[in-house]
Each structure stands twice: as C-alpha cells, then as structure tokens.
C-alpha cells in the first residue's frame, strides 16, 4: 500500500510568495537600469556651449601658425575691450615665446592646443597626455600659466581622447559656430557666418589669419549692437 502526502498550501500565501518574488526581480532591474543611467551620465563630453541663459559668447582663436596677424588682433582686442581665448599649440610657443608672452600680458585666457597637432583619435590615451603635459609645461615656464582647457587639433576626440583631457583635468572645448577662416574666406562672409548663428553662449572658433584680422573690428561691433557681451572661454561655462 502506497501513502501520498499531500500538502495543502493556502491560496493567500502561495499569492503572497510569488508577489515577494515578483517584486524583488523588478526591484533588481530598477536597480541595474538606474546603474545604466548613472553610467551614461557620468560619460566625459566635450562643450559645444556654454551658459544658454546669459546673452554672452566666447572667441576661441587656435594657434599654431599665423602668428604675423596676432598683433593686429591684438589690438582690436585692446581697442573694444575684449578678452577672448587663445587655445596655443606647444610647438609654435616654443618657436615664438615673445608672442605667447604678449597675448598673456594683454591679459586673454590661454588654452592647451596640443604640441606637435597630430590627430588625436589615432593616439593612445598615453600619447595625447605627453601632447596635452609638453604643452601645458611650456606654456607655464613661459607665460607663468596653466593651462585647463584643452581644445584638440582637428576638432577631432573619441572616448579616449576625451579621458586623457579629463584625467589631466582639463575641459575639453569643441565651438558652436565655425568661421571656416582657415579657407581664407573675405571679412564678409567670415561676419555673416558668425551673424546668422549667433545665440547665447557660442563658442566661436577662428584662426589668425589676414580674413580674421580684418573682419574682426566689424564682427565685434556688430555682436555687440545685437544686445551680446564678448568673453573668455571659462567665463561663458558658469
């Protein structure tokens, strides 16, 4: 004779177990796309604007050659009151530290521009610290500054590139508008470049070039009868 035991297990509490599992198997993926979210906000991005809410835009000037047109920039500079961003390659400074030294003594921001303008993304994270470390020691030894915004060559970053800025501390600044100068377009064109796309907190990219040096006095006034102050690169990231 066989004997089957049966258990009899309540309705409530059969309920009530699968409930208990239910909700820790949901708490479990609350829990681990909340960790996706946070990994993906935590993600290193480069600045293509600053402050949106404040009718104020930044020049970023990127050097590496033209250094024959920076006197007359200069003095526009000195002329409106204006004190924009020089983003300085370490090659070039090493080539005119009396330059470097006067765009530092007028009293403009200076940025980290790479030493030798290599493209960054065929690099190692390695590589583009020696480029970002050479830069901001030659810089330091001859303006007495240091630098914190890194603006790579070619406009050109990855993941990688974008860490090895980040652990050095550095803010990696890309622009809002692009005044394309380097083709050497006429002052005209380089203005309305600038005038159509004009908006709180552009970053505007130029180079010095002999378009740059002679729109800028028209392009300055013009930005300012349309209600904007011109800054730093840093001042417009607050």
Known sequence: MKWHLIISIPRWYAALTLGFFVAVASLAGVVKCHDLTAANSEKIRPIYQGNA????????????????????MLDTFDKEQVKITFFIGGSWAKRYPHVLKEIANHGHEIGNHSYSHPHPARLTKQKNQEQIIKTEQLITEIAGIKTRLYAPPYGEFNDTVLQAAHELGYTTIMWTIDTIDWKRPPAEVLQNRVLTKLQNGAIILMHPTDPTAKALPGLIQQIKSKGYQISTVSSILK
């Open 53 to 72: 809410s404040q009718p104020i835009v930044a020049f970023a000037c990127n050097v590496f050659w033209g250094e024959e047109f920076l006197p007359q």
